[in-house]
Each structure stands twice: as C-alpha cells, then as structure tokens.
C-alpha cells in the first residue's frame, strides 16, 4: 500500500474505505449488515494497509456505524475513522453536538479522527456552519479530544469551494467528488492542497460505472487494455493533489483488486495522465447528460429508478456501448421497472439533485432513446 501525506494530519493510505456499501440483509422489511461478512473484508482492508475507514450515519440503513466500530474496535489504534454531521438534520449548535455523540455511541469508540461536515453546499455553509457558529462548536470537540481533526465534504458548484475554505479556517481536510468523468473539481483540489488541506476523493470509480469493462484506456491512449476499474483508480491517484481514493468497496473482490493498485509505486506518469485527462475532456464534449449515481433522487414515490436509467443511457451516450444499455434498460422494463410515464410530476428529485439536472426531461429523452437505441 502506498501512503501520502494527508495535509497536515499524517499519513494516509492512498486507497480509503468508503463504508457506504457493505454487504446488506433484508429480513422482515427491515435491514441489516451481513456482518459476518463485512467484518472480515473490512479487517482484511486493515491488515492490507487500508487505514482510512470513512462511515456515515445515513449510510446503510443507519447500520454502517455500528458495524464499523466493531469491525475495528480491535484495531482502534492503528486506523483512522472518519465520520459525518448530517447538516440538513441541524437546527442549533446544540444539535451539532448531539449528532456528534449519537456517532461516537454507535461507533464505540472514544474519539473520531476526522468529523466532516457533511455535505455542504455554499448556502448550508454560510447558514449553519458560519450562522450557527459550528466552528466554535467543532473547536470545542477538538478541545476535549473528542475530534482530532476537522473536515469537510462538497456537494456543489466548484466555484463554491474556495469561500468554504478561506472562511472556514479549521478545515484541515475536503472530501469531493472526483473520477474520470467528472472533473469539475480539479482546480479547486489544486487550490486546497495549495493551502495545506489533504484531499480524499470520493466516486474515484464514478459510482460504478467505470467498474465495467471498456475500450476506454486502448481508445485515449492508442496503447493496449486497461480494465476500466484500473484506469479510473489510477487516473485519480495520478493527481498529485489527491492524499487518498474513497473506494466504497461491497465485496473482498474489489477490495483486493484495488489494493493492487493503490500499491503500485507508479501509477500512471505525469504524461500519462495528461493525455487521458484530455482525451476524456473531448469524450465529455459529447456527453450530455451527467449523473453520478448519487441516488439523493431516490425515493421516488412513483418508484422510478432515476440513477438505474440514466446509468444505462451513460453506457450508450459516454462509452458507446450501446447494445449493453439497451439490455440494461429492457431488463429493468421487464421487472416492471417504473418510467416516465409513471411520474408524478411532485418534482422531488428535480430539488435533490445535487447536479440540478432536469430530470423529468432528460427521463423521456433518455428512455426514447434507450428504447430505439
Ligand atoms: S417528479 Fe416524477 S420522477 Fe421526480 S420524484 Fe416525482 S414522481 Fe419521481
Ligand atoms: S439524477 Fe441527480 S440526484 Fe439522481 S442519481 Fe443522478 S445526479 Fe444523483
């Protein structure tokens, strides 16, 4: 495994585990982690050299906390753990706090290594976090040891990202969207590690899709196959400015194969890396719709899989792959998979959309061409 220095807060693996998608269980309508075997896959990342386990309330049906704390609890002095303020939840200071407590119970441990505000957008940042005085609040939690470092995560026009960072003077490390097919957050990653803050980037396989196999690496290079996971992993490690790639990592597979990545001394050159960001600047020319899987869409009360269908369209619209799309969408249709013409035109996922896309249009564009594609 490789390690990078993480701003100024020590050592970090270059490839981190995202603990969003651990393997689940559904008994009764309700859900659990299948934690004998998340367990295991997230000690094996441990003994790998993964050190960086990032959690979150919300993710897995509230459940990933609690099973990251246990996962770890053994290891508790040899990895960091990082985890999240769900910031649309706070009303007050006090609420900051108690979303704090609430964590560190399910995590049963005594301390956080880095407590991110989640997800910020320019208008939480200066409403709660600068409006509700949070900063104060995060000082504290450092104060008591409680924290040791704090953090952030961005969900919003790039633009946004240096006013978050000049105001908010105790952020030592961001967390942001970052792949091969989205790069909007390039320069701002250039400009926070200018400014002494580590990076971890999140969706470094753009949430999936460029876990499957394509031409993508023989196409931009003229050189021979990459598997695409490789391609894209590597890509991000390639930007000096990146401490560490957030893989969420479902199955012990993925997680050996991105190891083996994560450390290989050489990942890509700098040329190389040049020539592919520019290759794909001019595939993304012609792709004209971009969605990345985030699901805040979701759910949709006309039970429409947004992200499902605009998945698809993304295999035919960005990598030319068109027959695999079209089977991707038939198959949804065939379990009876909800469409536009289901919608109910509530406009829920149109205000979610971290992306501000249209959906409702995009859907009935999309779908007419999945279906004579
Ligand atoms: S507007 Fe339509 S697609 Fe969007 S959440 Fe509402 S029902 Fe679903
Ligand atoms: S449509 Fe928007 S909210 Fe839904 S998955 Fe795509 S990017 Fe995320």
């Not at 459940?63 to 770890?72: D, I, K, M, W």
């Not at 908010?168 to 970052?178: A, H, K, R, W």
């Not at 450390?263 to 971009?290: N, V």
């Amino acid at each position: 495994m490789q390690y990078r220095d993480y701003g100024q807060t020590g050592a970090i693996s270059a490839l981190g585990f995202g603990c969003m998608r651990l393997p689940e269980l559904e008994r009764n309508g309700k859900w659990y982690i299948d934690e004998e075997k998340a367990i295991p896959m997230l000690r094996r990342a441990a003994q790998l050299g993964v050190n960086y386990f990032d959690t979150g309330y919300f993710y897995c049906h509230h459940n990933s906390e609690a099973t990251v704390g246990r996962a770890l609890k053994p290891l508790r002095g040899s990895v960091l753990i990082s985890t999240k303020c769900p910031m649309g939840e706070l009303k007050s200071a006090a609420d900051y706090r108690g979303w704090f407590e609430r964590s560190l119970r399910e995590l049963d441990t005594d301390y956080v290594d880095y407590y991110h505000f989640w997800s910020l957008d320019i208008g939480t940042f200066q409403q709660k976090v600068i409006g509700l005085g949070l900063l104060r609040e995060a000082q504290k939690l450092k104060d008591e040891g409680l924290v040791r470092h704090i953090s952030f995560s961005f969900h919003d026009d790039a633009k946004h990202i240096k006013e978050i960072i000049d105001r908010g003077e105790l952020f030592e490390t961001m967390l942001v969207q970052y792949n091969l097919l989205d790069r909007s957050n390039e320069e701002m990653i250039a400009y926070a590690a200018a400014k002494g803050l580590g990076v971890a980037a999140m969706g470094p396989v753009g949430g999936g899709r460029l876990a499957a196999p394509t031409e993508l690496y023989a196409r931009m290079t003229g050189k021979g196959q990459m598997p695409t996971y490789e391609l894209a992993l590597k890509y991000v490690l390639g930007n000096p400015n990146i401490s560490c790639a957030l893989s969420g990592m479902g199955d012990e597979e993925m997680l050996r194969k991105n190891v083996a990545v994560a450390s290989e001394a050489a990942a890509l050159s700098p040329e190389e890396w040049q020539q592919i960001g520019d290759s794909l600047e001019r595939l993304r020319r012609f792709s004209d719709l971009y969605c990345t899987g985030c699901a805040y869409c979701q759910p949709c009360p006309a039970g429409i899989d947004i992200p499902k269908i605009f998945n698809a369209y993304t295999y035919h619209n960005v990598y030319g792959l068109k027959e695999h799309a079209k089977e991707q969408f038939s198959e949804y249709l065939q379990k009876g998979g909800a469409t536009r013409k289901d919608c109910k035109d509530c406009g829920f996922c149109e205000r979610k959309c971290p992306q501000h896309l249209k959906i409702r249009a995009e859907l009935s564009r999309v779908e007419g061409i999945l279906q004579t594609a």
